[in-house]
């Protein structure tokens, strides 16, 4: 396990790529909050706009995704994170198509990020209190496959290269959060308040705010080299050639 504290200095834009608004800060708020510090520019990308979770009988879909857009627009602005697009595909629907593929290629080619962060797809639980969400699992094998090798090579979506004139991308580094085998820690204990911050946004999905707000103080990592208590994130990181 290594500290990632210092392999990202010199990349300097980054995109997650998740299924829900909420997803990018409980998996690692903390992350892009240290990132957007050292001056990155991080856009956020959500395939969905969470318009399932909700557990209130009078809420419809439409009026939960224009909640939920806005919650994550101002916790991502909490955290420092510059810009947020929805594709606006159905919550608990998500599926890794060919059509996904392509537009997460897109924006790849387009806004040309050094570093990408999404879900580990191999994820299909954790523990034994909690099943993956199957969104989760989707939006990760769909942005690992647009990371490789459809935005970096033109040929992979033709029309993006010859009718728009987006030049293929090679992404530098892929974060994998929600991984079970985690190679790489980031240490945010100067960001958990940030990350707290960013999440008592999602105010239609915490119930408890102060019970969340705990749980994220709860987690020391007691074994990560560093004076007094330390709080980190881990990833599954890879260096593309």
């Keep these: 396990?290594?500290?990632?504290?210092?392999?990202t200095n010199n990349l300097h834009r980054v995109m997650g790529i998740f299924a829900h608004?909420?997803?990018?800060?409980?998996?690692?708020?903390?992350?892009f909050a240290k990132w957007a510090a050292e001056?990155?520019?991080i856009t956020f990308v959500l395939a969905t706009s969470g318009d399932k979770g909700s557990g209130d009988r009078a809420m419809t879909s439409e009026q939960l995704a224009v909640i939920r857009e806005a919650e994550e627009r101002a916790a991502a602005a909490q955290l420092g994170v510059k810009e947020v697009?929805?594709?606006?595909?159905?919550?608990?629907e998500l599926q890794p198509t060919l059509e996904l593929r392509r537009q997460l290629t897109r924006l790849i080619r387009l806004k040309q990020p050094d570093i990408v962060v999404t879900n580990d797809p191999?994820?299909?639980?954790?523990?034994?209190g909690y099943i993956n969400h199957p969104d989760?699992?989707?939006?990760?094998?769909?942005?690992?496959?647009?990371?490789?090798?459809?935005?970096?090579?033109?040929?992979?979506?033709?029309e993006l290269y010859r009718d728009e004139g987006l030049e293929p991308h090679k992404v530098q580094q892929v974060y994998l959060c929600g991984t079970?085998?985690?190679?790489?820690?980031?240490?945010?204990?100067?960001?958990?308040?940030?990350?707290?911050?960013a999440l008592y946004e999602h105010k239609s999905q915490i119930s408890d705010m102060e019970a969340m707000?705990?749980?994220?103080?709860?987690?020391?990592?007691?074994?990560?080299?560093?004076?007094?208590?330390?709080?980190?994130?881990?990833f599954r990181v890879f260096t593309l050639r």
Excluded at 137 to 155: E, K, M, N, S, T
């Design 1 to 7: 396990m290594t500290n990632e504290s210092n392999s």
């Design 21 to 31: 608004p909420d997803d990018p800060e409980f998996f690692c708020g903390g992350t």
């Design 39 to 41: 001056g990155k520019h």
């Design 85 to 92: 697009i929805f594709l606006r595909y159905p919550d608990g």
């Design 122 to 128: 191999t994820a299909r639980w954790h523990g034994v």
């Design 136 to 158: 989760h699992r989707a939006i990760g094998d769909a942005a690992l496959d647009a990371v490789f090798p459809a935005a970096r090579d033109h040929l992979n979506f033709i």
């Design 180 to 197: 079970h085998e985690p190679t790489a820690k980031v240490d945010v204990t100067e960001y958990v308040e940030t990350k707290i911050r």
């Design 213 to 234: 707000a705990a749980r994220q103080r709860e987690r020391v990592d007691e074994d990560f080299a560093g004076d007094g208590v330390r709080y980190t994130e881990s």
